[in-house]
């Protein structure tokens, strides 16, 4: 515990945004704090991405009015807790948020369904402050495919290569989680800037489509980026038995063996309390898709307080303290500084 309160905590996908955004706006503020806080606090994070998920009951005729009232929220929740929180535009924010004790947020675009092949309004979402995109979920976008579509073998769309060059240029980092195969290859062919995975595993300990091969683990690696271990089990291993902490310290381990321990980090993707409270079909769209129960998860671990069994199980594992620092949150930490909401 120590230890892991020492160390700075980075989480790159809870999708808490859409729990707060289910209660009525004059609850938003409130609720996270009365929900949320206490379980970021004792989970020790110090740096929290909350994505922007567009459910499917509201693509695609209302996805861009529900993303920017996703974006409204989280403006919403922060000023509302300005005293333990802050919305940051890049890493000289997140810097002083950490300094201050305050827990640092950065918002995120996952698939950006509201985008649609207008992308000339990522400026738009850049100015309201997104610093983490991607362009796919499971199936097929305007921009690209999910790795739900892997059979077409397609690469970005000339609209998604667009949308990437234009993520580059506002200093948004790129995310490849949920991007089809050879979406990750076009992407890692292009990048001139690092990208991040925010939750994906390791496929060559789970054959899920979702997950990253060794061959796209060291390409994300080769552009500076940071993979984010998934937590949910279903990712981690198709036997229920091995829905383990010891499990997700092998994928953990497995991707710093291929891509250096300078770019693992942890993604942990808590399903289990948004998708008990939200409605269907979301949920069990999601769960079909994923081909696993959405709300299972790792005894202890099904939501931020068990972030701390993480690294004790780092520990137990033998990691050098040094190495597990930027496990936890240091590699994200620094890939933040160093290129968030900074033009290219």
């Known amino acids: 515990m120590e230890l892991h309160h020492r160390a700075v905590v980075a989480d ?3 999708d808490l945004l859409m729990a707060v955004a289910a209660r009525p706006p004059a609850r938003w503020a409130e609720f996270f ?5 206490p379980q970021l606090r004792d989970g020790g994070v110090d740096l929290q991405v909350l994505p922007v998920f567009i ?3 509201f693509r695609p005729e209302g996805a861009l009015r529900e993303t920017l ?3 409204e929220a989280a403006h919403v929740l922060a000023e509302g807790n300005a005293d333990e929180v802050r919305l940051c535009l890049d890493g000289t924010d997140i810097d002083q948020a950490l300094a201050e004790g305050k827990i640092a947020l950065v918002l995120a675009l996952e698939s950006a369904p509201g985008i649609d ?3 000339e309004l990522l ?3 850049h100015r309201l402050g997104v610093r983490v995109v991607s362009i796919a979920h499971w199936g097929r976008t305007p921009l690209a495919d999910g790795s739900g579509e892997d059979a077409t073998g397609s690469r970005l769309t000339g609209a998604g290569v667009a949308a990437f060059r234009e993520i580059e240029r506002l200093g948004i980092v790129f995310d490849v989680s949920h991007l089809g195969a050879s979406g990750v290859g076009h992407v890692l062919e292009l990048a001139t800037r690092p990208v991040i995975a925010t939750h994906s595993a390791a496929r ?5 489509h979702r997950n990253l091969t060794d061959d796209q683990l060291r390409g994300v690696a080769e552009t500076g980026g940071v993979v984010c271990v998934n937590f949910l089990p279903g990712f981690l291993s198709e036997d229920s038995a091995q829905y383990t902490v010891e499990r997700l310290v092998d994928h953990i381990e497995h991707v710093a063996s291929v891509a250096g321990i300078d770019h693992v980090g942890f993604g942990p993707d808590f399903m289990r309390e948004v998708a008990e409270e939200l409605t269907p079909p ?3 769209d999601i769960g079909a898709q994923a081909g696993f129960d959405v709300k299972a998860a790792i005894p202890g671990i099904d939501g931020p307080r068990g972030m701390p069994l993480v690294t004790e199980a780092l520990v137990a594992r033998g990691l050098p303290e040094d190495d597990i620092l930027k496990v936890v949150g240091g590699n994200v930490h620094r890939l933040f500084q160093k290129v968030l909401g900074r033009p290219a």
């Not at 704090?33 to 806080?37: A, T, V």
């Not at 060559?204 to 899920?208: I, Q, S, T």
């Open 204 to 208: 060559a300990l789970r054959d899920h």
């Open 69 to 71: 009232r996703m974006i």
């Open 12 to 14: 790159t996908h809870n």
């Open 33 to 37: 704090r009365e929900r949320w806080l």
């Open 55 to 57: 459910d499917d009951q």
């Open 282 to 284: 979301c949920c069990e």
């Open 117 to 119: 092949a207008n992308v």
């Open 123 to 125: 400026s738009t979402l």
